[in-house]
Protein backbone atom coordinates (compact mmCIF):
# COMPACT_ATOMS: atom_id res chain seq x y z
CA UNK A 1 0.00 0.00 0.00
CA UNK A 2 3.19 2.54 1.11
CA UNK A 3 4.67 1.98 -2.32
CA UNK A 4 1.34 2.37 -4.76
CA UNK A 5 1.27 5.99 -2.65
CA UNK A 6 4.80 6.64 -2.82
CA UNK A 7 4.78 5.91 -6.65
CA UNK A 8 1.45 7.94 -6.91
CA UNK A 9 3.15 10.68 -5.36
CA UNK A 10 6.35 10.65 -7.24
CA UNK A 11 4.65 10.63 -10.57
CA UNK A 12 1.78 13.60 -9.89
CA UNK A 13 4.59 15.62 -8.14
CA UNK A 14 6.34 17.03 -11.78
CA UNK A 15 2.41 17.51 -12.68
CA UNK A 16 2.19 19.60 -9.33
CA UNK A 17 5.38 21.94 -9.83
CA UNK A 18 4.42 22.55 -13.24
CA UNK A 19 1.18 23.78 -12.19
CA UNK A 20 2.28 26.12 -9.58
CA UNK A 21 4.63 27.27 -12.31
CA UNK A 22 1.68 28.38 -14.88
CA UNK A 23 1.76 32.13 -15.95
CA UNK A 24 -1.16 34.01 -14.85
CA UNK A 25 -2.83 37.00 -16.71
CA UNK A 26 -5.44 39.25 -15.78
CA UNK A 27 -8.48 39.09 -18.87
CA UNK A 28 -11.90 41.17 -18.52
CA UNK A 29 -14.31 39.45 -16.96
CA UNK A 30 -17.52 39.45 -19.13
CA UNK A 31 -19.94 41.39 -17.14
CA UNK A 32 -17.39 44.13 -16.30
CA UNK A 33 -17.19 44.77 -20.01
CA UNK A 34 -21.21 44.49 -20.32
CA UNK A 35 -21.31 47.10 -17.40
CA UNK A 36 -18.92 49.23 -19.34
CA UNK A 37 -20.26 49.08 -22.65
CA UNK A 38 -23.46 49.67 -21.24
CA UNK A 39 -22.63 52.76 -19.09
CA UNK A 40 -21.25 54.23 -22.75
CA UNK A 41 -24.17 53.61 -24.75
CA UNK A 42 -25.95 55.58 -22.07
CA UNK A 43 -23.79 58.59 -21.72
CA UNK A 44 -24.01 58.59 -25.56
CA UNK A 45 -27.68 58.18 -25.30
CA UNK A 46 -28.02 61.13 -22.91
CA UNK A 47 -26.24 63.70 -25.47
CA UNK A 48 -28.68 62.04 -27.84
CA UNK A 49 -25.85 60.39 -30.06
CA UNK A 50 -26.80 56.76 -31.28
CA UNK A 51 -23.72 55.04 -31.45
CA UNK A 52 -22.49 51.47 -31.24
CA UNK A 53 -20.21 50.66 -28.76
CA UNK A 54 -17.38 47.72 -28.60
CA UNK A 55 -15.26 45.67 -26.00
CA UNK A 56 -12.30 43.44 -27.29
CA UNK A 57 -10.36 41.61 -25.10
CA UNK A 58 -6.40 41.75 -24.80
CA UNK A 59 -6.17 39.50 -27.03
CA UNK A 60 -8.45 41.49 -29.68
CA UNK A 61 -11.15 39.26 -29.73
CA UNK A 62 -15.08 40.72 -29.81
CA UNK A 63 -16.68 40.69 -26.13
CA UNK A 64 -19.86 42.89 -26.54
CA UNK A 65 -21.00 44.99 -28.95
CA UNK A 66 -23.90 47.23 -28.72
CA UNK A 67 -25.75 49.11 -30.98
CA UNK A 68 -28.31 51.66 -30.81
CA UNK A 69 -31.54 51.99 -32.68
CA UNK A 70 -31.01 54.29 -35.16
CA UNK A 71 -27.36 54.12 -35.19
CA UNK A 72 -25.91 54.43 -38.25
CA UNK A 73 -25.18 50.97 -40.71
CA UNK A 74 -20.74 51.79 -40.35
CA UNK A 75 -21.14 52.46 -36.54
CA UNK A 76 -20.38 48.50 -35.31
CA UNK A 77 -17.55 48.31 -37.67
CA UNK A 78 -16.01 51.76 -36.33
CA UNK A 79 -16.38 50.95 -32.88
CA UNK A 80 -15.06 47.46 -32.85
CA UNK A 81 -12.10 48.67 -35.01
CA UNK A 82 -11.35 51.22 -32.76
CA UNK A 83 -11.71 49.24 -29.78
CA UNK A 84 -9.35 46.93 -31.37
CA UNK A 85 -6.57 49.39 -32.23
CA UNK A 86 -6.56 50.74 -28.41
CA UNK A 87 -6.40 46.60 -27.04
CA UNK A 88 -3.58 45.92 -29.74
CA UNK A 89 -1.66 48.82 -29.23
CA UNK A 90 -2.32 49.67 -25.69
CA UNK A 91 -3.36 53.18 -26.07
CA UNK A 92 -5.92 56.10 -27.23
CA UNK A 93 -7.09 56.27 -30.79
CA UNK A 94 -6.95 59.68 -30.60
CA UNK A 95 -3.57 59.89 -29.02
CA UNK A 96 -2.23 57.44 -32.12
CA UNK A 97 -3.91 59.73 -34.31
CA UNK A 98 -2.18 62.57 -33.48
CA UNK A 99 1.26 60.84 -33.08
CA UNK A 100 0.91 59.46 -36.70
CA UNK A 101 -0.08 63.34 -38.18
CA UNK A 102 3.28 64.84 -35.89
CA UNK A 103 5.55 61.96 -37.05
CA UNK A 104 4.69 61.12 -40.82
CA UNK A 105 7.19 58.25 -40.54
CA UNK A 106 4.95 56.15 -38.40
CA UNK A 107 2.35 56.33 -41.01
CA UNK A 108 2.95 53.07 -41.70
CA UNK A 109 1.06 51.86 -38.33
CA UNK A 110 -2.25 52.44 -40.40
CA UNK A 111 -1.60 49.27 -42.79
CA UNK A 112 0.02 46.82 -40.05
CA UNK A 113 -3.50 45.39 -39.85
CA UNK A 114 -6.55 45.82 -41.91
CA UNK A 115 -8.77 45.51 -38.40
CA UNK A 116 -7.00 49.27 -37.40
CA UNK A 117 -9.35 51.85 -37.30
CA UNK A 118 -7.06 54.88 -35.85
CA UNK A 119 -9.95 57.76 -35.27
CA UNK A 120 -10.64 59.27 -32.02
CA UNK A 121 -13.09 57.51 -29.71
CA UNK A 122 -11.42 54.53 -28.52
CA UNK A 123 -9.71 53.68 -25.36
CA UNK A 124 -7.61 51.17 -23.72
CA UNK A 125 -9.02 49.28 -20.71
CA UNK A 126 -6.78 49.36 -17.70
CA UNK A 127 -7.40 47.39 -14.51
CA UNK A 128 -4.58 47.49 -11.41
CA UNK A 129 -2.50 49.29 -14.35
CA UNK A 130 -2.69 46.05 -16.40
CA UNK A 131 -4.20 45.90 -19.82
CA UNK A 132 -6.99 43.85 -20.30
CA UNK A 133 -8.75 45.12 -23.84
CA UNK A 134 -10.52 47.96 -25.24
CA UNK A 135 -13.11 50.11 -25.61
CA UNK A 136 -14.48 51.98 -28.65
CA UNK A 137 -17.72 54.05 -29.58
CA UNK A 138 -18.34 55.19 -33.29
CA UNK A 139 -21.51 57.34 -34.28
CA UNK A 140 -21.35 60.57 -32.26
CA UNK A 141 -20.89 63.51 -34.64
CA UNK A 142 -17.10 63.93 -33.35
CA UNK A 143 -14.37 61.18 -31.90
CA UNK A 144 -13.79 63.83 -29.13
CA UNK A 145 -17.99 62.59 -28.09
CA UNK A 146 -16.91 59.04 -28.22
CA UNK A 147 -13.97 58.95 -26.30
CA UNK A 148 -16.18 60.40 -23.82
CA UNK A 149 -18.96 58.13 -24.00
CA UNK A 150 -15.65 55.42 -23.65
CA UNK A 151 -14.58 57.16 -20.64
CA UNK A 152 -18.25 57.19 -19.00
CA UNK A 153 -17.63 53.34 -19.72
CA UNK A 154 -14.60 52.62 -18.14
CA UNK A 155 -16.00 54.86 -14.54
CA UNK A 156 -18.18 52.43 -14.49
CA UNK A 157 -15.92 49.58 -13.96
CA UNK A 158 -13.04 51.51 -12.07
CA UNK A 159 -11.00 50.99 -14.94
CA UNK A 160 -7.71 53.35 -15.83
Do not use: W
Request: aromatic content about 2%; some cysteine.
Amino acid sequence: MFRKLALTAALLAPIAAAARDLPTAPYLPLDMATTAAQAALAACAAEKNNVSVAIVARDGSTKVVLKADNSGPHTTASATGKAFTSAALGRDTAGLASFIAETPQNAGLRDMDERLVIQAGALPIKIGGALVGGIGVGGAPSGDADAACARAGLDAIGAE
